[in-house]
Structures are given as structure tokens and as C-alpha cells.
């Protein structure tokens, strides 16, 4: 596998969603994202009249290695006839490869090593500071190809001593100090999100209803399709009367595992629509194990910084390609699962919406 073929690959998934696009009864835009890499877009399809009171968002690609997953997702309602016959007040609106540039490279992050679903902040006000256990692990995350050995000792160490979900903590809850850094949240809006942010004000202006569903993938058991909403109070309720209550909410009761975050891209969503009402959930389709996805994202954040963002470097090139594979096992049943978990969970927000296809 080379970094041409992880390309190549994400050009054949956007040039899908092209096709399909163009092909639905829908009006589609394509968005060009500079000449990086030439080819790259962002990808909307609106179904549904222009002035609809209920908007229902479905985007894939915020993390850019997870774009197969959303892609996946999208192209099999287009096909399967989910998106047809819309009541007259709703529109969804597909919005492929939210971080196309992060989607080719084999990254989370963005362009300018942002985890876009950290960058969702006010940058007019004060940015918080990094967690602690960042601060005592930031040289071990950054740690040099002859350092490794030893850095991983200390962060193993800090594991057994503070729990997984402390050093997970430690390493995805986002950070604004420093650009080169893992999990880093930016320090203003990036080119992402300031085009997310376009394209949902443009299509969900005057709207009363949002529902936003973003396609994630690598969180949870094997093969489960958690929701997880980073909501509270009413609207936690109302995402598990749509949902059930078994919604994981990091944010309201966090279990096991799991986390809350800084700049998640439900407070953008939040923020873009203050007079509507917004129900904002992430669909996450689990894979391996948090200790098995932060070694991989480790690897693939130290391999950027021995080699560059773009290259064709051996050591670059399988840590990205390991990070690819943990979010999309080969595993057919797996891919079956997400394909029927898309589908439920779009059924529940019809559901909810006041229409269920007879």
C-alpha cells in the first residue's frame, strides 16, 4: 500500500457519491478543497423543498480515516430508496467527506493537524487549558523513532496507574497549545469547518428542526452501533425517547470508557442554530480496543512528525494505513452491521419526525 493508493482510494469514494448525487432527484453541490491534492471535495446532496421546516443532516468524514464507514452509509440509503417519497416539510441533506484532505492522507485530523470535532469552540474567548495528563505525556506522544521504546513504557505506566480512559483522555480530549501536537483543537475555525458550517447554515436557515447525525466509526465493543449524544437536559431526553435509552451521554452520566470533549461538533451545530431546536447524534460503529486505537493513533501522530504530513515514507505510510484499517475491519459481517445500523437509526429520526414509509 502506498500513500497514491490511500488517495486513490478516497478520490473513488468521492467520485461515488458524485455519481449517486447527480443521479438522485436532489439538488447536489460539489466543493473543491484547494490544490493539496487535486480532486477533493466535499460532496452535498439536499432532498426535500427549499423552505422545510424539519432539516435532517447526515454527514460523514469528520474524521478523516472514518470515511469509508459514512460514505458506505450515505450511498446505501441513496440506494435503497430510504430518501424517497420525503413529507413536504422535510429536507435531509448529505454532506460527504467533511475532511476530504484528513480522508485521502489516512488521518484524523485536518489539513493543519486539527481534530475537526475539537474545533467547534468560541476562539473570541479564553481556550481552555491542556488536561494534565496531556502535560505529562506530551513529550511521549511526540517521541522520536529511537525514543519510542521508552515512551511507551511512561505511557503504559500512566495507564496502569490513572485507567485507560485517562490516558485516552489525556490524548483525544482536545488541546489549543501547541499546532504540532496530538489532538490538537486549532486555535481558529478551520478551512473544514468553516465550509460545515456554509453548507448547514445555507441549507437549515428559517429550519425549527435540525437533526444531526454524524457517521463515526472505532468507539465501542466490536460490531455495536452506540449513539452517543453530547447533549443534557431536554434534548438528552428527547435523543432517548428517539433513540432509546441506552444513549451513552459522556457529557450527563459518562460510562465506562468514555469521555467528554472540548470543540465537539454538537456544540457547532448548537451555536449555528440557536433558535431551533437540535438533536445532534453521533452513530459509532465499534471496532478493537481503546488501548489498540490509541497505540495505532500514537504511531500514526509520530510518524507525521518524523516524516511530514505528505510523503511516501514506509514508516508513514503503514502507521496511516494501520489507522484506516482499525476504523473499517475487511470484515464482511461488520460491514453488513453498519449498513443495517445506517439504516435503523435513520428510520428512528423519521420516526421521530412524524413519518414512518408504510
Not at 441549507?203 to 443534557?232: C, F
Not at 431526553?237 to 450527563?252: E, F, K, Q, S, T
Request: charged share 20%; proline share 6%; aromatic share 8%.
Amino acid at each position: 500500500m502506498t500513500a497514491t493508493a490511500q488517495i486513490n482510494e478516497t478520490l473513488a469514494l468521492m467520485a461515488r457519491f458524485r455519481a449517486a448525487a447527480l443521479a438522485a432527484p436532489g439538488l447536489a453541490s460539489f466543493h473543491p478543497v484547494g490544490a493539496m491534492i487535486e480532486g477533493l471535495e466535499t460532496g452535498v446532496l439536499r432532498l426535500g423543498p427549499d423552505q422545510a421546516e424539519t432539516v435532517v443532516f447526515l454527514t460523514s468524514g469528520i474524521h478523516g480515516a472514518e470515511q469509508w464507514a459514512g460514505t458506505a452509509c450515505q450511498l446505501d440509503l441513496l440506494r435503497s430508496g430510504a430518501l424517497a417519497d420525503l413529507p413536504q416539510d422535510v429536507a435531509i441533506v448529505l454532506i460527504h467527506a467533511a475532511n476530504p484532505i484528513g480522508a485521502a492522507l489516512g488521518r484524523r485530523y485536518t489539513e493543519e493537524n486539527v481534530d475537526l470535532c475539537r474545533n467547534f469552540m468560541d476562539f473570541t474567548t479564553p481556550l481552555p487549558q491542556p488536561a494534565p495528563g496531556y502535560t505529562a505525556l506530551r513529550a511521549a506522544f511526540d517521541a522520536e523513532p529511537g525514543q519510542i521504546a521508552e515512551a511507551d513504557a511512561e505511557i503504559f505506566a500512566y495507564a496502569k496507574a490513572h485507567g485507560i480512559a485517562a490516558l485516552y483522555a489525556a490524548a483525544l480530549g482536545g488541546q489549543y497549545d501547541d499546532p504540532q501536537g496530538i489532538g490538537f483543537g486549532g486555535q481558529a475555525p478551520t478551512r473544514a469547518r468553516i465550509l460545515l458550517q456554509s453548507i448547514m447554515r445555507t441549507h437549515a436557515e428559517g429550519a425549527k428542526r435540525i437533526h444531526a447525525l454524524d457517521y463515526h466509526t472505532g468507539v465501542g465493543p466490536y460490531g455495536y452501533g452506540s449513539i452517543i449524544a453530547m447533549q443534557k437536559g431536554a434534548a438528552l431526553a428527547r435523543m432517548r425517547a428517539l433513540y432509546g435509552p441506552w444513549v451513552l451521554a459522556p457529557r450527563d452520566n459518562p460510562p465506562p470508557g468514555f469521555i467528554d470533549v472540548t470543540g465537539h461538533s454538537t456544540d457547532g451545530y448548537q451555536s449555528l442554530f440557536p433558535t431551533a431546536e437540535v438533536l445532534a447524534a453521533v452513530l459509532e460503529v465499534g471496532t478493537l480496543s481503546q488501548e489498540e486505537f490509541l497505540r495505532r493513533l500514537i504511531a500514526e501522530h509520530r510518524a507525521t512528525r518524523a516524516h511530514g504530513t505528505h510523503g511516501e515514507h514506509p514508516d508513514l505510510v503503514a502507521a496511516r494505513r494501520a489507522l484506516v484499517d482499525f476504523f473499517t475491519p475487511a470484515d464482511p459481517d461488520w460491514r453488513a452491521y453498519l449498513l443495517h445500523r445506517g439504516q435503523q437509526t435513520f428510520r428512528q429520526i423519521m420516526k421521530d419526525i412524524g413519518y414512518e414509509r408504510s
